[in-house]
Structures are given as structure tokens and as C-alpha cells.
């Protein structure tokens, strides 16, 4: 999985505006170095760094916050893997975060005393954490704990979050995985899986208060709270999907995929099936008529079970249909086939995996099912959507011609 994704990234590179700043401070590096020497300074000028953090030794530090604490604007902490018992804060800098080993070699594990991962430094999306599960993150209200975000917090900060895996985080209120909050905030969120995060209010996976979050390539598995199984979006907030898969959510209260008070949602290129929620819809639009703003959910190239007759308005809605709105095209009813395989790991847990079945490949069970009619079902190309290079087969061949509906994985290495 990881090596994959290492290929796509590195080919792909960092992106361009993080150059063309890196670029910048480098000439204000070259600047200082003339000032410092014809000044005299024995200083020694340096460009942007990569430091390293290991457990086990053999590194510059020993834990990641160390590393995060001696780096400026556009350094690298590149970290070995192994498990990092620890919560960490990227003090609005400006700087890489990232594994060398991927996901599932490199695990931040919050022991159940907060939030593991805090963004609320205005960082934007020169600030970048790839490659890491983050898991036993518990958000509850303390003295030193918050009670939204279990996994990650971002409050008026729009990093970029990558290939992570968010396991098992809880909120005792909202967020179990992700808590997003302010209108500052507009985190990209790219080759994510949240697999059993839970919040006892709020969006077991994600909760957008104000704001704008992007999901690109995501996977939603088994996250549970009271509204909003997976995602609970309110105020202003604005969650845009594409070609993610949400399976096996629930909620307690209503909507066990996605729940939108006065905030809107744009869903492309997804599946959305098997979930678990009272009557009422997978998705629920509510409409907070004290507050400002109005509430709308877009599908379009989505296979929604029950299609949008699961797609719920509460009373608050049907008393102001203007305000609350639902559009839709391409919308599929079909089971999508998944071919789920276990994988044991990160750190013995087995889990699954949710490919698309395709009768082409060598196995026999496939056969029987047929092909998945997320297969082909997309808007765009492949490459238009930037998933030429990943797979939704188990047996890894890339994804060609039109784009398939849902997350994509990596193709193993060979
Ligand atoms: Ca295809």
C-alpha cells in the first residue's frame, strides 16, 4: 500500500505553491547568508532541513514533537517507524511531518489522554502530515483536553492530512477522527481511511463547524456517533467528497452517514452503502431556522443505497423547503460488490478492505459476484481524477478509462 503511494507522491511532488515559497525563502536565505558574512557573523546559514526521529535510536530525536520544536518554516521531519506514544502540535509551522515507512509501520498512539494531533497555529497547507495512523486519541473535557476531535484538531487551520489512517479515536463530543472548526479552517484531506472512530455527539469520522474541508480519495468504515454515523457537517461548514467510500457507519440518533445543519455538502464519484441509522435517512438535511445560512447536499456519480429516498429532511426543512435543497444526477442503487479482505495490521488489528469486484481477476469469488457497477461509473478519467496510478481490483491493475466510484488503493508493490 504504502510503497504506491510513495511512487504517486513522488512523482507528483510537492505541491507547486510550497515550491515557489520554498523558493522564496531560499532567496531570503541567500540575502541573510550576504548581510551575516558581511557582517561578520560566525553564523552558519541554512537552507530547509531534514531531521530525523526514531524510538529505538539512531536518529536526531527520539520523539516527533522534538523534532517539530527544532524545525522552522519548510523543514522535514522524516520519522522511522515504530509506535510513538504521544500527542503532538504543529505550532503553525510550516513544515512536513511524514513517515518513511508509511501508515502502517508508524503509528501515533494518544493513549487515551487527548487529542493526538493539534492544528491551531493558522497553518495552512505548507503544513503537512503524511503517512502516519493516528489512533487511541480520546477528546474529553479537562483541564489540559478538549472534548472535539479525538484523532486530529484543527481550529482556524487548513493543513494537508495524507495517506493516514485515523483508527479508533472517540470524542466525547464531537469528531471522533477529525474535528474541524472556524471559517479559517480548510484542511485537504487526501488518502485517508477512518476505520471505527466514535463520538458520542456528532460525526463518529469527521465534524465540520464553519469552514471548508476538502476529502479527496477517502474511505469511511464503521465510525459510529449520534448524528452523523461518519460526517455531521453544521454552520457554514462545507464538506466536498470525491471518489469516496463510506461503508458500515452508523448512528445512534439519525443519519448514520451524513448529517448537514445550515451547512452544505458536494458529493462526487462515491459510494455510500450498508450503513446503520434510525428512519428517517443515511443522510439527514436539518435546518437551524434561529441561525443564518441554509442547508444542501449535491451527489452527483454516487451509488447511494435506497438512492435519495434515503436522503431525509427533517421537519425544520419541510417547513422551509427554500432553504433546504438536494440535487442529484448519476445516482446509483446497486450493491457495489465489495470484495472485502482482511489486512492484519496496523499493529496485529485485523481490518478490512474494500475493493470492487471484478470478474476479470484470477479468483473465483469474484467470478461468481460479477463486476461491480461502481466500476467505470465516474465522471471524468482516471487521470482526470488523478487515480490512474491506484486500483479499485484486488488484483492491483491500475484504474483506466473512466474513473471508478469510491476510494482507490494503492497497487501493492511486486
Ligand atoms: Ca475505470
Same mark, same amino acid.
Given at each position: 500500500?504504502?510503497?504506491?503511494?510513495?511512487?504517486?507522491?513522488?512523482?507528483? !511532488?510537492?505541491?507547486?505553491?510550497?515550491?515557489?515559497?520554498?523558493? +522564496?525563502?531560499?532567496?531570503?536565505?541567500?540575502?541573510?547568508?550576504?548581510?551575516?558574512?558581511?557582517? %561578520?557573523?560566525?553564523?552558519?546559514?541554512?537552507?530547509?532541513?531534514?531531521?530525523?526521529? &526514531?524510538?529505538?535510536? %539512531?536518529?536526531?530525536?527520539?520523539?516527533?514533537?522534538?523534532?517539530?520544536?527544532?524545525?522552522?518554516?519548510?523543514?522535514?521531519?522524516?520519522?522511522?517507524?515504530?509506535?510513538?506514544?504521544?500527542?503532538?502540535?504543529?505550532?503553525?509551522?510550516?513544515?512536513?511531518?511524514? &513517515?518513511?515507512?508509511?501508515?502502517?509501520?508508524?503509528?501515533?498512539?494518544?493513549?487515551?489522554?487527548?487529542?493526538?494531533?493539534?492544528?491551531?497555529?493558522?497553518?495552512? $497547507? $505548507?503544513?503537512?502530515?503524511?503517512?502516519?495512523?493516528?489512533?487511541?486519541?480520546?477528546?474529553?473535557?479537562?483541564?489540559?483536553?478538549?472534548?472535539?476531535?479525538?484523532?486530529?484538531?484543527?481550529?482556524?487551520?487548513?493543513?494537508?492530512?495524507?495517506?493516514?489512517? +485515523?483508527?479508533?479515536?472517540?470524542?466525547?463530543?464531537?469528531?471522533?477522527?477529525?474535528?474541524?472548526?472556524?471559517?479559517?479552517?480548510?484542511? $485537504?484531506?487526501?488518502?485517508?481511511?477512518?476505520? %471505527?472512530?466514535?463520538?458520542? !455527539?456528532?460525526?463518529?469520522?469527521?465534524?465540520?463547524?464553519? !469552514?471548508?474541508?476538502? +476529502?479527496?480519495?477517502?474511505?469511511? &468504515?464503521?465510525?459510529?456517533?449520534a448524528d452523523g454515523g461518519a460526517i455531521s457537517g453544521r454552520y457554514g461548514a462545507d464538506v466536498v467528497l470525491s471518489n469516496c467510500t463510506l461503508q458500515g457507519n452508523s448512528a445512534s440518533a439519525q443519519a448514520g452517514a451524513l448529517y448537514l445543519l445550515n451547512a452544505k455538502s458536494e458529493w462526487t464519484n462515491s459510494i455510500c452503502f450498508f450503513h446503520s441509522s434510525p428512519p428517517g435517512g443515511t443522510m439527514v438535511l436539518d435546518l437551524d431556522p434561529q441561525q443564518v445560512g441554509s442547508t444542501s447536499l449535491s451527489l452527483s456519480h454516487v451509488d447511494l443505497q435506497g438512492g435519495t429516498g434515503e436522503v431525509g429532511l427533517t421537519s425544520n426543512c419541510n417547513a422551509q423547503p427554500s432553504l433546504c435543497s438536494l440535487q442529484s444526477e448519476n445516482i446509483l442503487d446497486a450493491d457495489p460488490r465489495f470484495v472485502p479482505l482482511t489486512l492484519v495490521e496496523p499493529e496485529e488489528t485485523p481490518w478490512t478492505a474494500f475493493y470492487l469486484s471484478e470478474p476479470d481477476t484470477l479468483r473465483s469469488d469474484q467470478q461468481q459476484l460479477g463486476r461491480s457497477p461502481c466500476v467505470d461509473a465516474g465522471d471524468r478519467t482516471a487521470e482526470e481524477a488523478g487515480l490512474e496510478e491506484d486500483t479499485t481490483r484486488t488484483d492491483g491493475i491500475q484504474d483506466e478509462g473512466t474513473v471508478d466510484l469510491g476510494y482507490h488503493y494503492a497497487v501493492p508493490s511486486s
Amino acid at each position: 500500500m504504502k510503497t504506491k503511494k510513495e511512487k504517486r507522491r513522488k512523482e507528483k !511532488g510537492p505541491r507547486k505553491a510550497r515550491i515557489g515559497r520554498t523558493g +522564496l525563502r531560499a532567496a531570503a536565505l541567500a540575502a541573510a547568508m550576504i548581510l551575516a558574512v558581511g557582517c %561578520g557573523s560566525d553564523d552558519t546559514p541554512e537552507g530547509p532541513q531534514t531531521r530525523t526521529v &526514531s524510538n529505538s535510536g %539512531g536518529a536526531d530525536f527520539g520523539t516527533v514533537q522534538e523534532c517539530i520544536s527544532a524545525s522552522a518554516n519548510g523543514d522535514t521531519c522524516l520519522v522511522y517507524s515504530g509506535t510513538y506514544r504521544q500527542r503532538i502540535r504543529f505550532q503553525g509551522k510550516a513544515i512536513t511531518v511524514r &513517515s518513511s515507512a508509511g501508515p502502517e509501520k508508524t503509528i501515533i498512539d494518544g493513549r487515551e489522554q487527548g487529542t493526538v494531533v493539534t492544528f491551531d497555529g493558522n497553518e495552512d $497547507d $505548507d503544513s503537512i502530515l503524511e503517512g502516519f495512523t493516528i489512533t487511541n486519541g480520546r477528546a474529553v473535557s479537562g483541564e489540559d483536553t478538549v472534548e472535539h476531535g479525538g484523532g486530529i484538531q484543527l481550529i482556524s487551520a487548513g493543513p494537508t492530512i495524507r495517506d493516514c489512517i +485515523l483508527l479508533e479515536n472517540h470524542a466525547e463530543g464531537d469528531g471522533g477522527g477529525i474535528y474541524s472548526f472556524s471559517t479559517g479552517s480548510s484542511p $485537504d484531506i487526501e488518502n485517508v481511511i477512518f476505520q %471505527g472512530n466514535t463520538a458520542a !455527539g456528532q460525526g463518529g469520522a469527521l465534524c465540520v463547524v464553519y !469552514g471548508k474541508v476538502d +476529502l479527496v480519495n477517502c474511505l469511511f &468504515s464503521e465510525n459510529e456517533a449520534a448524528d452523523g454515523g461518519a460526517i455531521s457537517g453544521r454552520y457554514g461548514a462545507d464538506v466536498v467528497l470525491s471518489n469516496c467510500t463510506l461503508q458500515g457507519n452508523s448512528a445512534s440518533a439519525q443519519a448514520g452517514a451524513l448529517y448537514l445543519l445550515n451547512a452544505k455538502s458536494e458529493w462526487t464519484n462515491s459510494i455510500c452503502f450498508f450503513h446503520s441509522s434510525p428512519p428517517g435517512g443515511t443522510m439527514v438535511l436539518d435546518l437551524d431556522p434561529q441561525q443564518v445560512g441554509s442547508t444542501s447536499l449535491s451527489l452527483s456519480h454516487v451509488d447511494l443505497q435506497g438512492g435519495t429516498g434515503e436522503v431525509g429532511l427533517t421537519s425544520n426543512c419541510n417547513a422551509q423547503p427554500s432553504l433546504c435543497s438536494l440535487q442529484s444526477e448519476n445516482i446509483l442503487d446497486a450493491d457495489p460488490r465489495f470484495v472485502p479482505l482482511t489486512l492484519v495490521e496496523p499493529e496485529e488489528t485485523p481490518w478490512t478492505a474494500f475493493y470492487l469486484s471484478e470478474p476479470d481477476t484470477l479468483r473465483s469469488d469474484q467470478q461468481q459476484l460479477g463486476r461491480s457497477p461502481c466500476v467505470d461509473a465516474g465522471d471524468r478519467t482516471a487521470e482526470e481524477a488523478g487515480l490512474e496510478e491506484d486500483t479499485t481490483r484486488t488484483d492491483g491493475i491500475q484504474d483506466e478509462g473512466t474513473v471508478d466510484l469510491g476510494y482507490h488503493y494503492a497497487v501493492p508493490s511486486s
